[in-house]
């Protein structure tokens, strides 16, 4: 008699193989994690990172600079990318066009928030009062640079009502403080300028389209200027 020593079925076979051939591909996954960064669950920014950069040949780098009172347009004045924002001097509101974030901010209070948020192309940041922030970013779009070309002429006013269209022309003007002190309205907002180190002295990049009002009460002198790009390069 002859007997067929049978070593492993089949299936059991194909299973050895599979759970072999696994073994290797999971080799090959370790080997390649920054390519596959969903599968070791990685920092959360660091996804949003990657998933916003993803297919644009853009130039990334860092960047620090600090901003004063005005409205800022990603992309045109500052770089987009995700920024660390925190009060260097004084006091005063910040907040975005998308209202992700809106805070006060105040340099010498301790508990004085940190902001964290990504500002991307066509949002504004405004900065109100007399607060000066610092503005820093690891990843923010070195090569992006939308102009800004100056609209409007340059003219001193004193006190007094103007209406835009008729007394000065329409465009987008730095407001800045010559003399005096005082308080200017302006889009709906009461803006006291002084000459303290803690006390406004400029607004930059404000909007005036025809009929716009703009009032000017107590001795303070200001200019209008046309707004230059205040781009970070």
């Not at 920024?83 to 209070?109: C, H, P, W």
């Not at 407001?175 to 005082?182: E, S, Y």
């Not at 009929?211 to 200027?225: A, F, K, P, Q, T």
């Amino acid at each position: 008699l002859e007997f067929t020593l049978n070593t492993e079925p089949k299936p059991l076979k194909e299973l050895t193989s599979f759970l072999e051939y696994s073994k290797e591909k999971l080799e090959e996954l370790k080997k390649d994690s920054h390519k596959h960064f969903y599968l070791f669950k990685p920092d959360k920014k660091d996804i949003e990172d990657r998933l916003y950069m993803q297919n644009k040949k853009l130039k990334y780098g860092k960047v620090c600079f600090t901003l004063t009172a005005g409205r800022y347009t990603v992309g045109m004045d500052i770089p987009e990318g995700r920024y660390k924002i925190m009060a260097m001097k004084n006091f005063g509101n910040i907040y975005n066009k998308y209202y992700t974030f809106d805070e006060d901010l105040d340099a010498e209070d301790d508990d004085s928030p940190k902001i964290h948020k990504r500002l991307i192309i066509g949002d504004i940041l405004i900065i109100t009062d007399s607060l000066v922030v610092e503005l820093s970013s690891k990843k923010a779009n070195l090569l992006q640079n939308i102009i800004r070309y100056p609209i409007g002429k340059a003219i001193t006013l004193k006190a007094g009502n103007y209406i835009c269209g008729e007394d000065f022309k329409a465009g987008v003007y730095d407001i800045k403080r010559i003399k005096n002190i005082g308080t200017v309205y302006y889009d709906d907002n009461e803006n006291n300028f002084g000459s303290g180190d803690d006390e406004l002295k400029e607004i930059k990049n404000c909007f005036f389209k025809n009929n716009d009002y703009l009032g000017i009460s107590g001795g303070l002198i200001i200019e209008l200027s046309p707004s230059q790009n205040n781009y970070i390069k």
